[in-house]
C-alpha cells in the first residue's frame, strides 16, 4: 500500500532549506543573501520572550530623554540603583548584533529593500507589523528583527526537533540556522501558484493566495498558466532536483502568465500546506499516474476555500502583550497602561505584561 506522505530523511530536508536549493536556481529566483553562521545569541534573541529590537538595530542615535539640566544627581543615581538591585525580578537581557546589523545594511544598501527569512520559514504572519503598502518591507535593521520576532511561523526553524519531526536518520549536525535577506519587490499573489511532486512527476498545481480572480475562470488564461508551469519545470526544475523526487515548489509567474520564476521549495510533508488540495487526493491522483497534472483555482466568491474580507493570519495580529494589558480594564485605563508599556520598551525596562 502507498502511503500517503512518502518517507523523507534528515538530508532530505536539509536539502529544502534555502542554502541548499538556492546555489541551483539563483537564476531562477529572487536575488538573496544567505548570513551564516548566526551566534548562539540571535538563537536566544529569537527565542526571547517578548517583541524588542536590539540596541542599535534601529539607525537612530540613543539620547536621553532628560536634558543635562533635567538630570538627577549621582546621590539620586545610585538610589535608583540600589533600588533596581532590590527588585525580585532580574533586569531584562540586553541584545546587541552590531556586526549583523552591518550586514543586514549591507545587504539593504545593495537591494534597496529586503525582506527575511530563515532556514524554511518566513515571517509572512508579521506582515502586519509594517505598512500594510509594502508588507515585509525592510529598510532597517530593526524592521529585519522587528518581523522575525512577531512571526508565529519562524519558531518552526528555531527547533531541531520541529524541523525533522517525523524524519528518518540523518546528519542532523549539518543543521545550523541561518538569515536569509531577499530582494524586495511588491509581488502580485493572484499570479502565485503551487506545484506538487511526487515521485518526480508534477501531479498538481494550486492557485496559492486564497482570494477569487476572475481570470482563472477563462479556459485559455488555466491553459496557458498550465503550459507556463509545465514548460518551466520540465526544463529548468526536473532534472536540476533529480535526487530530490517529492517536493512542493511555489512559483510566481510572469504579468503576462507565459513564464515563472521560484519563490521557495518545500516538502512533500504534513508541514506544507495542501492549498486547494488535500493530500488524500494527491494521493489518488499520483496513483492515476496522470499525464496532465490536475490545476485547481477558486472559481467562485462562494468557494469553501476563498477568504472573506478578514485579513490573513489575523489570529497573529493581536499581540499577546495587548490582550494581557486589556484584561479587566476600560479603554482609558488600557490606554495609559500601553503608553507605559512602549515608554518601558523602548527604555529597556521590564514591563508588567511580560509573561512566560
Not at 121 to 137: G, T, Y
Request: glycine share 4%; net charge negative; with cysteine.
Amino acid at each position: 500500500m502507498v502511503p500517503l506522505f512518502p518517507n523523507l530523511s534528515e538530508d532530505a530536508i536539509l536539502s529544502f532549506q534555502f542554502s541548499s536549493w538556492y546555489p541551483g536556481f539563483a537564476r531562477l529566483t529572487i536575488k538573496s543573501t544567505v548570513i551564516r553562521p548566526l551566534s548562539k545569541n540571535f538563537e536566544e534573541y529569537l527565542n526571547a520572550d517578548g517583541v524588542f529590537v536590539p540596541e542599535g538595530s534601529d539607525d537612530i542615535p540613543v539620547r536621553s530623554s532628560l536634558s543635562d539640566d533635567e538630570g538627577g544627581s549621582e546621590e539620586e543615581d545610585e538610589e535608583a540603583g540600589s533600588e533596581h538591585e532590590s527588585d525580585d525580578e532580574p533586569p531584562p537581557r540586553r541584545y546587541a548584533f552590531p556586526e549583523l546589523d552591518d550586514k543586514i545594511r549591507m545587504c539593504i544598501n545593495e537591494y534597496g529593500a529586503v525582506f527575511p527569512k530563515l532556514n524554511f520559514s518566513a515571517p509572512k504572519d508579521a506582515s502586519w507589523v509594517l505598512p500594510a503598502s509594502s508588507p515585509l518591507k525592510c529598510t532597517t535593521p530593526s524592521d529585519v528583527y522587528l518581523l522575525l520576532k512577531s512571526s508565529d511561523f519562524i519558531t518552526h526553524d528555531l527547533s531541531e526537533a520541529a524541523v525533522f519531526d517525523g524524519c528518518q536518520d540523518g546528519d542532523r549536525d549539518g543543521y545550523s540556522l541561518e538569515l536569509v535577506l531577499r530582494k524586495w519587490y511588491p509581488v502580485d499573489r493572484s499570479r502565485e501558484v503551487r506545484c506538487f511532486v511526487r515521485d518526480n512527476v508534477l501531479i498538481g498545481i494550486s492557485q496559492r493566495d486564497t482570494n477569487y480572480y476572475e481570470f482563472y475562470n477563462d479556459m485559455q488564461t488555466q491553459q496557458k498558466i498550465l503550459t507556463a508551469v509545465r514548460e518551466l519545470w520540465e526544463n529548468s526544475i526536473r532534472h536540476a532536483w533529480d535526487s530530490i523526487r517529492h517536493y512542493t515548489v511555489d512559483l510566481l509567474l510572469t504579468r503576462d502568465l507565459s513564464r515563472g520564476h521560484i519563490i521557495d521549495f518545500n516538502p512533500f510533508a504534513p508541514r506544507t500546506d495542501p492549498l486547494l488540495f488535500t493530500y488524500e487526493e494527491l494521493l489518488d491522483i499520483h496513483l492515476s499516474h496522470p499525464s496532465t497534472p490536475t490545476f485547481k483555482v477558486i472559481d467562485s466568491r462562494a468557494h469553501p476555500a476563498a477568504n472573506s474580507n478578514s485579513p490573513a493570519h489575523q489570529h497573529n495580529m493581536i499581540p499577546l502583550d495587548t490582550l494581557t494589558l486589556s484584561s479587566g480594564r476600560d479603554i482609558d485605563e488600557f490606554a495609559a497602561a500601553w503608553k507605559d508599556q512602549l515608554e518601558k520598551a523602548m527604555s529597556g525596562l521590564p514591563g508588567d505584561s511580560d509573561s512566560e
